[in-house]
């Protein structure tokens, strides 16, 4: 029997595993809409198809499992593009099915119509147009295979007609997932053993690449008495249930994990592309093991490199390792991540005046979020206090925008988490500049019934964007935002909202929000003034500090210098 091409995508799309499709429906897209209403995926009707991309994409990074997004032409399939940066950047399994007006209007700068396969081609591993009915099922099959086999974002686009046509023959391609096991050679491995067991002060640097390799690190760090340090996007995978952990190194990173690698003279890089050069040692050895063959030694220069998965590598890399017992450099390291940490969560505390600090409302949130619990953070100072107080223990997981850096990615990202998970706390850790910025998802949790708990870090400014210009020694420009009560706003829409600006306050608040059945809006009125410090204070940044400082003063602003010493000294 004749099949329609829209038929044959959407059966595509399901057999790929494809569960839920985000998007925005408009006319050259309603005959794919209306297959996918017919089949069991889940369409989700986000507000903007840039929260719906956001969304997809957390989605496939939680789960592994191919993600769908689709949007009408021209604007509507233009409107995901930041949104496909970020997952092609996070190396999300997704797939945007771009409707594309009609073939014969096609060259002649019809209503609506773009190029989008100019438009997409640097943020996705496959782009390519449906030209004639034969070919839909078989490149939907390519598209959904690039997508799963090299881990990003896969662009098909759908000439109306094409989508409404049907197909003779429907030759029956099908998606194929495979999943090898990679390691080095043998000659590989044992140059690697040898560069580590000549080492004297080894540390090893996770890096995200270690999803699911947590006993092989451990029982590595014990064997080479390695501190561990980690990225960011590796906290959930390496931090937890580890005497070796040292914390994070890089911008938003502490002292431990910094002196860590700095000091050590052989690392070895694991799953880590960490693009800051300035937090790699000059002088030691470094050995790195990456499945990206493109990532080896781009970041800094290498001894070693090798392609290979992390779990299998180590586990082959294990009986050729001979046992340290000199544990001085290890743990020094441990104990001084053991002091900074004592000292970080003993600051995490409110400031003068019954003032709530993103510290403390951070601390809050951790102690009373479920064990399993999953958070999302917008980038800024949310995202910073999200890696830097939230706990992980084999069970939560954290997500923010840590290689793409956009704004107002918490909100879509826990819709996207909440859909996939919904039995499971979800939390949006949103600034109030990035709630803002796609406010009408709260309608989104509203109209697909997504529980998620929303609380607002509310400093009434960018404050990122505020302390970079500081730190160059400029006045804080265009940075404050005039906001409004936020709980207020959320309580119209149809959420639990409710806005808190003492600390005696907080504790209560953020149990009673927590503890909503349906989606709730906390929005805290925070320190505007609190920095977010890094590891360490270079010159120039110090500098930077004090002309600002200066300027202040003699712009008639020296309350804002006295208060941003209040908060943070």
């Known amino acids: 029997m004749a099949k329609k091409v829209a038929e044959a995508i959407i059966e595509t799309l399901r057999s790929a595993g494809v569960k839920r499709c985000y998007g925005i429906v408009g006319d050259t897209l309603n005959d794919i809409a209306h297959c996918i209403d017919k089949s069991d995926i889940d369409w989700v009707h986000v507000r903007h198809e840039e929260a719906g991309a956001f969304a ?3 989605e496939a990074m939680l789960t592994g499992h191919l993600t769908a997004i689709a949007g009408s032409c021209g604007p509507g399939s233009l409107h995901f593009i930041n949104g496909v940066y970020e997952c092609n950047r996070n190396r999300a ?15 002649f700068d019809f209503i609506q119509e773009v190029d989008f396969k100019e438009v997409y081609r640097g943020c996705s591993v496959y782009c390519d147009m449906i030209h004639t009915p034969e070919q839909a099922r078989r490149k939907t099959v390519i598209a959904c295979q690039a997508a799963i086999a090299k ?11 094409v989508s409404k046509a049907e197909i003779t023959p429907d ?3 099908h998606v194929h997932v495979s999943a090898p096991v ?4 043998d000659e590989e491995l044992d140059r690697i053993a040898g560069i580590l067991n000549a080492g004297k002060k080894i540390a090893i640097y996770a890096g995200s690449g270690c999803q699911g390799a947590h006993a092989e690190i451990i029982a590595t760090a014990k064997k080479l008495l390695a501190p561990v340090a980690h990225t960011t996007r590796a906290k959930d995978f390496v931090e937890y249930d580890n005497p070796h952990n040292v914390g994070m190194t890089g911008l938003i990173g502490g002292e431990a994990g910094y002196r860590t690698v700095l000091d050590c003279d052989t690392l070895l890089l694991l799953g880590a592309d960490f693009a800051w050069r300035q937090f790699y040692p000059d002088k030691a050895q470094i050995v790195q093991v990456d499945i990206e063959p493109t990532h080896l030694g781009r970041r800094h220069p290498v001894t070693a490199a090798s392609v290979g998965s ?8 294990l009986p050729r390792l001979q046992q340290r017992h000199d544990a001085s450099f290890h743990d020094e390291h441990v104990a001084r991540y053991r002091h900074m940490m004592e000292e970080r969560y003993a600051k995490a505390k409110a400031a003068h005046g019954d003032i709530i600090t993103g510290t403390y ?20 100072t949310p995202v910073v206090w999200l890696h830097q107080y939230v706990k992980v223990n084999g069970k939560r997981r954290t997500f923010g925008s840590l290689l793409h850096g956009t704004m107002a990615t918490a909100l879509p990202s826990a819709l996207g988490l909440q859909a996939c998970q919904p039995g499971r706390q979800v939390i949006s850790m949103s600034g109030d500049g990035g709630i803002a910025m796609l406010f009408g998802e709260l309608l989104t949790a509203i109209q697909e019934n997504l529980p998620v708990k929303i609380v607002v870090y509310d400093n009434g400014k960018l404050g990122f964007v505020e302390i970079e210009q500081k730190t160059e020694g400029l006045l804080p420009t265009f940075t404050n935002l005039k906001n409004p009560d936020f709980g207020k706003v959320a309580e119209a829409i149809g959420l639990w909202g409710r806005t808190v600006a003492k600390a005696r306050d907080l504790d209560s608040a953020v149990q009673e929000w927590l503890a909503q059945p349906g989606p709730a809006l906390l929005h805290v009125k925070v320190a505007p003034m609190q920095l977010v410090m890094p590891p360490f204070i270079a010159a120039e940044p110090a500098v930077g ?12 602003r020296g309350g804002e210098v006295w208060e941003m010493a209040r908060e943070n000294v």
């Open 56 to 58: 997809a994409g957390a």
């Open 93 to 107: 399994p997704v797939i945007l099915i771009a409707s594309q007006v009609m073939r014969s209007e096609l060259g």
């Open 151 to 161: 881990r990003g974002v896969a662009v098909l686009i759908v000439p109306v007609d």
């Open 171 to 173: 030759i029956p391609y």
């Open 182 to 185: 990679i390691t080095p050679n």
């Open 310 to 317: 992390i779990k299998p590598t180590l586990a082959a890399l």
């Open 361 to 380: 409302l951070t601390t809050l949130i951790d102690r009373y979020a479920a064990d399993d619990a999953l958070f999302a953070g917008d980038d800024g």
């Open 545 to 556: 500090m004090a002309l600002y400082a200066m300027r202040a003063v003699l712009h008639g």
